[in-house]
């Protein structure tokens, strides 16, 4: 197949290049009535360290030979710790116990608001668990770095579907759980578009992250690199502040309508379900639930007894998510929250010496909400494939990630064919996952129809990109830094208000190892559109917001 051509967001043909009354012209040519799907949220689940998913979806078809390969760490199929059988009605290939500290998953399966796929993965899997979740957040498939090493596919989902909204009080996307920043919410060309949260009080965030800076310095040296540097520092400080603020105002208008167990991941999905209540407009939340590496101890004891690591980490995302879907459903928000986990591999079929299991390949997905049609994608994984030649692997991947994620993407939240190719695409094969949806994940009634998508249909060839300019911060408070990828020395920027007039030219703008930075604290409060000209290469657009 031909290379796949679409949108790319810095250039002079995409959407952040438009003016914004070019983009509002769009816009309303393209919106359809009563297709507003503005409220809708995400939230992703991190099952941080390769959950074992033989042991949480047992394969009944082939329980002995899954007994022999596990002989002493099985779930078993009698007594007290006997697995919970799914649903009898499926097809031989596709039935399935659930581990039994799952029994709440097992009723959201009965009324219809829990999907799980099987066999998740990717083409050339990595085992490392650093580099297996820099792949999962990055968007690619481990055969290279197509969709960019340091940019991940939820900042590049947010930077092109809502680039409309740049400039707005709130996050695109909190995280909670892990005081590490994903990979995952750094965008092409924006960052800076979610806020962690993770180990703070979320209803005094805005007192503490405005209290800790005291006051900037009053000199900054310019056309230094401590200066350009030290005008980012500030400028992130500032957003920070109006991202703490509009966090702890949503956390105090919501409330929660159940009682949460109590653990760590109930704590974080019950703050998220209180900050989609009280207003919050952030679109996607990731929260983790970590010690799924189970080499060791995952069983106490063995033959029988399901009791260790794995039970307890079950257990606790069996109650938390179980209770979220309940408060979301008491709060009325339930029509707009769908959740998702993910782990960055599965386990290996065969069990070690340790009462444990080591790293493997695939692994299950589960969905839940009132929009997910209730179900199994996929059948079974086939235990036949592990042997020793491959260390006792399952290698078939059922269903790409990004197929997965993607359908999400687009069929709930909204993203339009361009903007899904630019947040993943099949390099290795150049496909595109538009081709490829999972149809069976969302109810065909919370399905959007393609003609309710507002996507800028302008495409350009990605073999003639220019320089890859961005802005940061963006939004920004009085000065911005502009980088690019290529060496140079020297650029002419003008700046143009909303309506078109030039407000400012820098004409051969100092370059410092791949920054300029911009001294805009003269202009008023607006969006304003940069455009970049070097030497022998075609003028590049994109536009800022100046808070």
Same mark, same amino acid.
């Given at each position: 197949?031909?290379?796949? =051509?679409?949108?790319?967001?810095?250039?002079?043909?995409?959407?952040?290049?438009?003016?914004?009354?070019?983009?509002?012209?769009?816009?309303?040519?393209?919106?359809?009535?009563?297709?507003?799907?503005?409220?809708?949220?995400?939230?992703?689940?991190?099952?941080?360290?390769?959950?074992?998913?033989?042991?949480?979806?047992?394969?009944?078809?082939?329980?002995?030979?899954?007994?022999?390969?596990?002989?002493?760490?099985?779930?078993?199929?009698?007594?007290?710790?006997?697995?919970?059988? $799914?649903?009898?009605?499926?097809?031989?290939?596709?039935?399935?116990?659930?581990?039994?500290?799952?029994?709440?998953?097992?009723?959201?399966?009965?009324?219809?608001?829990?999907?799980?796929?099987?066999?998740?993965?990717?083409?050339?899997?990595?085992?490392?668990?650093?580099?297996?979740?820099?792949?999962?957040? @990055?968007?690619?498939?481990?055969?290279?770095?197509?969709?960019?090493?340091?940019?991940?596919?939820?900042?590049?989902?947010?930077?092109?579907?809502?680039?409309?909204?740049?400039?707005?009080?709130?996050?695109?996307?909190?995280?909670?759980?892990?005081?590490?920043?994903? $990979?995952?919410?750094?965008?092409?060309?924006?960052?800076?578009?979610?806020?962690?949260?993770?180990?703070?009080?979320?209803?005094?965030?805005?007192?503490?992250?405005?209290?800790?800076?005291?006051?900037?310095?009053?000199?900054?040296?310019?056309?230094?690199?401590?200066?350009?540097?030290?005008?980012?520092?500030?400028?992130?400080?500032?957003?920070?502040?109006?991202?703490?603020?509009?966090?702890?105002?949503?956390?105090?208008?919501?409330?929660?309508?159940?009682?949460?167990?109590?653990?760590?991941?109930?704590?974080?999905?019950? @703050? %998220?379900?209180?900050?989609?209540?009280?207003?919050?407009?952030?679109?996607?939340?990731?929260?983790?639930?970590?010690?799924?590496?189970?080499?060791?101890?995952?069983?106490?004891?063995?033959?029988?007894?399901?009791?260790?690591?794995?039970?307890?980490?079950? =257990?606790?995302?069996?109650?938390?998510?179980?209770?979220?879907?309940?408060?979301?459903?008491?709060?009325?928000?339930?029509?707009?929250?769908?959740?998702?986990?993910?782990? /960055?591999?599965?386990? =290996?079929?065969?069990?070690?010496?340790?009462?444990?299991?080591?790293?493997?390949?695939?692994?299950?997905?589960?969905?839940?909400?009132?929009?997910?049609?209730?179900?199994?994608?996929?059948?079974?994984?086939?235990?036949?494939?592990?042997?020793? /030649?491959?260390?006792?692997?399952?290698?078939?991947?059922?269903?790409?990630?990004?197929?997965?994620?993607?359908?999400?993407? =687009?069929?709930?939240?909204?993203?339009?064919?361009?903007?899904?190719?630019?947040?993943?695409?099949?390099?290795?094969?150049?496909?595109?996952?538009?081709?490829?949806?999972?149809? /069976?994940?969302?109810?065909?009634?919370?399905?959007?129809?393609?003609?309710?998508?507002?996507?800028?249909?302008?495409?350009?060839?990605?073999?003639?990109?220019?320089?890859?300019?961005?802005?940061?911060?963006?939004?920004?408070?009085?000065?911005?830094?502009?980088?690019?990828?290529?060496?140079? /020395?020297?650029?002419?920027?003008?700046?143009?208000?909303?309506?078109?007039?030039?407000?400012?030219?820098?004409?051969?703008?100092?370059?410092?190892?791949?920054?300029?930075? $911009?001294?805009?604290?003269?202009?008023?409060?607006?969006?304003?559109?940069?455009?970049?000209?070097?030497?022998?290469?075609?003028?590049?657009?994109?536009?800022? %917001?100046?808070?």
């Amino acid at each position: 197949m031909e290379r796949r =051509k679409f949108i790319k967001l810095s250039a002079t043909a995409s959407a952040i290049a438009l003016t914004p009354f070019e983009m509002k012209g769009i816009m309303e040519m393209q919106e359809i009535k009563n297709c507003d799907f503005s409220g809708r949220r995400l939230v992703l689940i991190n099952l941080d360290g390769g959950n074992d998913g033989l042991n949480t979806l047992i394969p009944l078809n082939q329980y002995d030979l899954y007994s022999n390969f596990r002989p002493t760490i099985k779930v078993p199929d009698t007594g007290v710790n006997k697995y919970i059988p $799914l649903d009898s009605g499926l097809a031989e290939n596709k039935q399935l116990g659930l581990h039994p500290s799952l029994n709440e998953f097992k009723n959201l399966y009965d009324n219809g608001k829990m999907r799980l796929l099987q066999s998740v993965g990717y083409p050339s899997q990595n085992k490392s668990h650093f580099a297996s979740s820099d792949i999962y957040m @990055t968007g690619n498939d481990g055969n290279g770095w197509g969709n960019g090493k340091t940019s991940g596919w939820i900042g590049r989902y947010m930077e092109q579907m809502y680039s409309d909204e740049l400039g707005n009080s709130y996050p695109f996307a909190v995280q909670m759980g892990n005081v590490k920043n994903s $990979l995952g919410f750094h965008g092409l060309h924006e960052h800076g578009m979610n806020m962690n949260i993770t180990n703070q009080d979320a209803s005094g965030f805005y007192s503490v992250i405005n209290g800790l800076g005291g006051e900037a310095p009053e000199n900054i040296p310019a056309g230094t690199d401590y200066g350009i540097e030290l005008d980012y520092i500030i400028e992130t400080d500032k957003l920070a502040n109006i991202y703490a603020s509009s966090i702890s105002n949503a956390f105090n208008a919501g409330s929660n309508s159940v009682i949460y167990p109590d653990t760590n991941l109930s704590d974080q999905l019950k @703050t %998220v379900a209180r900050l989609i209540k009280g207003g919050l407009q952030s679109k996607i939340y990731m929260v983790r639930l970590k010690g799924f590496d189970t080499h060791a101890n995952q069983l106490e004891t063995g033959n029988g007894d399901i009791l260790g690591r794995h039970d307890v980490l079950l =257990k606790e995302l069996n109650g938390a998510i179980s209770a979220f879907i309940s408060d979301i459903e008491g709060l009325g928000i339930d029509d707009d929250v769908v959740a998702m986990t993910y782990s /960055e591999f599965g386990r =290996k079929v065969a069990e070690n010496g340790n009462l444990g299991t080591d790293h493997g390949e695939v692994a299950p997905m589960f969905v839940f909400g009132k929009a997910v049609e209730g179900g199994v994608s996929g059948i079974n994984p086939d235990l036949n494939e592990a042997s020793q /030649e491959n260390n006792w692997q399952v290698e078939t991947v059922q269903y790409d990630y990004r197929a997965v994620f993607g359908t999400v993407l =687009k069929e709930w939240m909204g993203g339009g064919e361009s903007v899904i190719d630019q947040t993943f695409f099949d390099y290795t094969n150049m496909n595109s996952f538009n081709d490829s949806t999972v149809s /069976e994940i969302i109810k065909t009634n919370y399905k959007i129809d393609l003609g309710c998508i507002n996507s800028v249909k302008d495409e350009v060839d990605t073999e003639n990109e220019g320089l890859n300019w961005f802005a940061s911060p963006n939004p920004f408070f009085d000065n911005i830094t502009l980088r690019s990828d290529d060496d140079i /020395e020297k650029a002419t920027i003008k700046v143009f208000s909303q309506n078109g007039q030039l407000v400012k030219a820098i004409i051969n703008a100092n370059y410092y190892n791949g920054m300029i930075r $911009l001294d805009l604290s003269n202009l008023s409060s607006g969006i304003y559109t940069l455009n970049i000209l070097v030497d022998g290469k075609n003028p590049e657009s994109l536009n800022v %917001v100046k808070r």
